[in-house]
């Protein structure tokens, strides 16, 4: 996995059906929902029953629910990064049984996550499913295929429109100081896809789902691709054909600097190469060397040109290259 280089400012991002999310910043109104979900006292936290009383007895509306609801467990629930290796601790008979486990312990994997969200928000009467499927994690996984169904996460209803959360990585992938990574509170669909595939494709979202070769072709994003203003029209094809040489093109309305790296395949240390990077209008074509032969993995890290005070990047891709 391609190291984090710089610390992002959260967004909150909302979607509405199936259109393209606004992005705005986190109002007052969440900020005190998320004071509120983490001062909560730990006498209610003892069943799944008083905990959601508890936070949802100040909420106006489905939407706070689900934040409040949200915000209390990714500060008060931890990943069970022990568990990681021993998945039969992890076993379990009925899901409110894990769901309560997971309360109790106060740490989980992505599947106590997701159900104890659900159950919390079944108790608020907010509809809530789990979502069972594929998750590109490895920078190895950059257009090829993952091979796995390991990965649980969550679609909301409220009020007729359904939302996408993944609660297990907006704990992983919080920057170091930050709570939560909210780019995985409510994420549009057609960014979701990019690093989420159900084995339910209805759980999509998206008005022409995606096939799972498609998906496998992808290549590996971080959100700070999306939150730096890329759009859901990323490359689709995560694997890069070179002879010494390479190009890639990726769209953008902003000015941004980009440095890349060349490990080989499967590490996640790499060498800097230099890169030559053509602008015009929103194509940003990017050339560079590639000095390794046969199979190695390009990272692709930017900033914004404008921050003159921030000197270092953000990683925002990874992508597979055969240097023939």
Same mark, same amino acid.
């Given at each position: 996995?391609?190291?984090?280089?710089?610390?992002?400012?959260?967004?909150?991002?909302?979607?509405?059906?199936?259109?393209?999310?606004?992005?705005?910043?986190?109002?007052?109104?969440?900020?005190?929902?998320?004071?509120?979900?983490?001062?909560?006292?730990?006498?209610?936290?003892?069943?799944?029953?008083?905990?959601?009383?508890?936070?949802?007895?100040?909420?106006?509306?489905?939407?706070?629910?689900?934040?409040?609801?949200?915000?209390?467990?990714?500060?008060?629930?931890?990943?069970?990064?022990?568990?990681?290796?021993?998945?039969?601790?992890?076993?379990?008979?009925?899901?409110?049984?894990?769901?309560?486990?997971?309360?109790?312990?106060?740490?989980?994997?992505?599947?106590?996550?997701?159900?104890?969200?659900?159950?919390?928000?079944?108790?608020?009467?907010?509809?809530?499913?789990?979502? &069972?499927?594929?998750?590109?994690?490895?920078?190895?996984?950059?257009?090829?295929?993952?091979?796995?169904?390991?990965?649980?996460?969550?679609?909301?209803?409220?009020?007729?429109?359904?939302?996408?959360?993944?609660?297990?990585?907006?704990?992983?992938?919080?920057?170091?100081?930050?709570?939560?990574?909210?780019?995985?509170?409510?994420?549009?669909?057609?960014?979701?896809?990019?690093?989420?595939?159900?084995?339910?494709?209805?759980?999509? =979202?998206?008005?022409?789902?995606?096939?799972?070769?498609?998906?496998?072709?992808?290549?590996?994003?971080?959100?700070?691709? =999306?939150?730096?203003?890329?759009?859901?029209?990323?490359?689709?094809?995560?694997?890069?054909?070179?002879?010494?040489?390479?190009?890639?093109?990726?769209?953008?309305?902003?000015?941004?600097?980009?440095?890349?790296?060349?490990?080989?395949?499967?590490?996640?240390?790499?060498?800097?190469?230099?890169? &030559?990077?053509?602008?015009?209008?929103?194509?940003?074509?990017?050339?560079?060397?590639?000095?390794?032969?046969?199979?190695?993995?390009?990272?692709?890290?930017?900033?914004?040109?404008?921050?003159?005070?921030?000197?270092?990047?953000?990683?925002?891709?990874?992508?597979?290259?055969?240097?023939?």
């Amino acid at each position: 996995m391609c190291r984090r280089f710089l610390p992002i400012v959260l967004v909150l991002v909302f979607c509405v059906g199936l259109k393209p999310a606004s992005v705005v910043s986190p109002s007052d109104h969440y900020g005190q929902i998320d004071y509120y979900a983490r001062h909560a006292p730990d006498s209610y936290a003892r069943s799944i029953t008083s905990l959601s009383d508890y936070l949802t007895a100040p909420a106006r509306t489905d939407m706070d629910k689900v934040r409040v609801i949200y915000a209390w467990m990714v500060s008060h629930i931890r990943y069970d990064q022990e568990a990681v290796h021993n998945r039969s601790s992890q076993k379990y008979y009925s899901e409110f049984e894990y769901a309560n486990r997971v309360l109790r312990q106060r740490k989980g994997l992505c599947t106590g996550y997701a159900l104890l969200f659900k159950y919390l928000l079944k108790r608020a009467g907010v509809q809530a499913v789990n979502i &069972r499927g594929y998750a590109r994690t490895e920078d190895k996984e950059a257009g090829r295929p993952v091979a796995v169904v390991d990965h649980e996460w969550n679609a909301v209803n409220i009020e007729d429109e359904w939302f996408l959360l993944d609660l297990a990585w907006a704990v992983t992938t919080a920057s170091e100081g930050a709570g939560s990574n909210d780019f995985y509170f409510l994420t549009p669909p057609e960014v979701f896809v990019s690093q989420h595939f159900p084995t339910d494709s209805r759980w999509q =979202f998206l008005d022409q789902p995606l096939s799972k070769s498609e998906f496998d072709r992808f290549p590996k994003l971080y959100d700070p691709y =999306f939150q730096m203003g890329f759009g859901p029209d990323f490359p689709r094809d995560g694997q890069i054909r070179a002879q010494g040489k390479a190009e890639l093109t990726l769209q953008n309305e902003q000015a941004l600097e980009y440095l890349c790296t060349v490990s080989r395949f499967g590490q996640s240390k790499g060498s800097e190469v230099p890169v &030559r990077v053509a602008r015009s209008g929103n194509q940003h074509q990017l050339q560079f060397n590639v000095p390794i032969r046969g199979w190695s993995t390009l990272h692709i890290f930017a900033r914004s040109r404008g921050n003159a005070r921030v000197k270092k990047y953000d990683c925002i891709a990874s992508f597979s290259i055969y240097n023939s």
